[in-house]
């Protein structure tokens, strides 16, 4: 008896590949249309045929623009293709493992810098629209609070370690976090101040651990 040939698994293997291949087309083409022209003068018809697909295509891919930029910047904060909550990742559980604090504090720096540089350039674009564009603010909102609950991590461990300062509560922690490691303080010393990226690290890791931790 002839053995059936499994071509249908392979057939969708080829097809996802395709389909993931294609998404990656498209939010590296949003993100080059966003900062050459602005998210408000980008057009899903842009989009469309800098990716080499229709418009309805993509539009059954994302729904909208607002769902492009969504895609886009889940995509560069993970740094994954599938857009996996930054949580989630090897590098973010990497930083929550540790038992020494400055050592998370560390890692926290180390991986915050991936994301800084990726996100930076787009988070400047959301930013500027959402200026005159209420549904960008909202979505800027949004942004903010995702920001929080992530580095809410961050302060969340340093209380199970017992190492946040006396009558330093895990949420002023993680407001502290959120406010010192914004992407407005990094450009403000990268651009004006004419700092380094790895002097700006090294700032961050001491201003936190001076600003967080019990003394040793």
Known sequence: MRKARKTRTYDASRRQLAAQERREQVLKVALRLFAERGYTETTMDAIAAGAGIA???????????????????????????????????????????????????????TDLGRVQESVIPLYQVITHAARTDPELAEFLAGAQDYRFSNVATVARRLAELGALRSHLSEDAAARTIWAIASPEVRQMLLTFAGWSAARYQRWLREILSASLLRPR
Request: positive net charge; without cysteine.
């Open 55 to 109: 418009t309805p295509t993509l539009y059954a891919g994302f729904q909208s623009k607002r769902g492009v930029l969504d895609a886009l910047l889940k995509r560069l904060v993970s740094g994954m293709p599938d857009g996996t909550p930054l949580v989630e990742t090897a590098r973010a559980r990497s930083v929550v493992a540790a038992r020494d604090p400055r050592r998370v504090i560390a890692r926290f720096v």
